[in-house]
């Protein structure tokens, strides 16, 4: 089918069309390859944090609006619906936005020559890590910023409005505000249309650059969201940070070698054959535009500070995805095309194996049923310390878990158990009242809290 015709066919026999039902196997396929990864659960850190704050109904954060309104939703939909974990309401998330990027991918591929090798090469680097099933906020503003690469193509066959690039940048913004530190290459784009631009496409951008504003009047005026939003002095690395986190101070040899494993992990060869298609196509449109998001995103990952240390290697993946599509570029038109994409996908390899399915643990991650016999009306339940347990029956992975029984005022019991997916089982918890030494006006502090809640609740 012709590409510039295809938009004149009408809409069922577009639906039919061949290309329409190719991008729908490779969505449906990339979904079902992510969501047979993805992790068993979370480790600790940003991770718990963030699975927390979405069980416990948070809507927005300030630096990842939409990439938590999206696992809030999705949470809203499979956890409170079906009774899903919310880890995996929120894997879903990831790999949804896998699937979106898979697809652009192809449909960015399919039509160039050697595309089938691309389409593979831009699949095979770290940025892939993200779609697994992560918990983190990094998935949805990666797949945003796969359509803006996306965007730029079609931008320059003369298919879309200019004006489509600073909307996909204010998209990407509002998933995630490190697409701030893009804006750059977004100028280049400006500079390489700038007839356009500045002719009758100025009120688009003037309309975009307002939409990506509206970020701070969400977060910041009308006060949406919780926790920080972009933290410049993030950029530096404080004294007081690194009397607790091993990164050392701002290129001394511990900051090059957190920063060296962020690039291999990110780019590991990818990086190389993007600049040198940077330098030998530099006066190709398209070309400056992404080499100037990986030249962005390369000083984005060499002054921003991790505050995790080694486990923020999610935040600095964030030239992968431009890097792997410059250097795919580069790549299929060597001569020695078949021998680069090996060293390519033997060099992806190194970082997936290690990492995707140990996270997975496919022995232990289907559902078991959990009935709790004797669920008290007067305490709460809490499940692994983390989930509070409203109804008698709840669903879980297999493995080890721990139930906690609080009430104000007693000590808290606990009650361990060990499940297997497809098990249903039944447990009882400890309901005894042992009272915590206190005073008596405390105690009598808490029973008027009581009272209180269980007037509203009336």
């Known amino acids: ?164 690039l600073p909307f996909s940048f204010a998209l990407m913004a509002w998933c995630h505000l490190m697409a701030l530190f893009l804006f750059p290459s977004l100028l280049v784009s400006a500079w390489v249309y700038r007839e356009r631009v500045l002719g009758k496409d100025l ?35 404080k004294s007081d940070r690194i009397e607790t986190q091993e990164v050392g101070t701002f290129l001394s040899f511990e900051h090059l070698r957190i920063k060296s494993y962020f690039l291999w992990l990110g780019t590991h060869v990818t990086v190389v054959f993007a600049l040198a298609a940077l330098w030998n196509e530099r006066t190709n449109r398209v070309v400056l535009q992404i080499g100037g998001m990986v030249i962005a995103a390369l000083i984005f990952l060499i002054f921003f500070h991790p505050d995790c240390g080694y486990k923020d290697w999610d935040l600095f993946l964030l030239p992968s995805l431009p890097a792997a599509v410059l250097g795919s570029r580069w790549v299929v038109q060597s001569k020695w095309r078949h021998l680069f994409a090996t060293i390519w996908i033997l060099a992806f390899l190194t970082l997936w194996f290690p990492r995707i399915p140990v996270w997975a643990r496919l022995s232990e991650r289907g559902l078991a049923k959990v009935e709790i016999t004797n669920h008290p009306m007067d305490r709460q339940v809490r499940f692994d310390g983390r989930y509070l347990v409203r109804n008698q029956v709840f669903y879980t992975q297999g493995g080890e878990h721990k139930l906690e029984v609080r009430k104000r005022g007693y000590k808290t019991y606990y009650k361990h158990f060990e499940v297997s997916p497809g098990d249903s089982i039944q447990v009882e918890v400890p309901i005894v009242n042992e009272e915590v030494p206190m005073s008596e006006e405390i105690r009598k502090i808490l029973e008027e809290i009581e009272e209180e809640k269980r007037d509203e609740g009336q």
């Open 1 to 164: 089918m012709n590409p510039e015709t295809s938009h004149q066919q009408k809409p069922h026999q577009r639906i039919l069309s061949k290309p329409f039902l190719i991008a729908s196997g490779v969505f449906i396929l990339s979904l079902l390859w992510f969501w047979f990864w993805r992790p068993y659960g979370y480790y600790g850190g940003d991770s718990e944090f963030l699975d927390r704050q979405v069980n416990n109904g948070l809507w927005f954060r300030k630096r990842e609006v939409l990439a938590v309104a999206a696992m809030q939703l999705s949470r809203q939909i499979f956890t409170l619906q079906f009774d899903w974990p919310v880890s995996w309401s929120i894997s879903m998330v990831s790999c949804l936005a896998g699937s979106v990027s898979v697809t652009l991918a192809w449909l960015l591929c399919r039509n160039e020559d050697r595309g089938a090798l691309r389409f593979i090469l831009i699949l095979t680097s770290g940025y892939m890590l993200l779609y697994h099933g992560s918990v983190e906020s990094y998935a949805l503003p990666t797949a945003a910023l796969m359509f803006w690469i996306y965007a730029i193509h079609q931008v320059d066959r003369g298919r879309w409005h200019t004006s489509v």
């Open 203 to 237: 009120k688009h951008w003037i309309l975009a650059g307002l939409a990506t504003f509206g970020i701070y009047i969400f977060t910041v005026t009308l006060r949406f969201g919780s926790g920080q939003g972009v933290a410049l002095g993030d950029l530096f690395f």
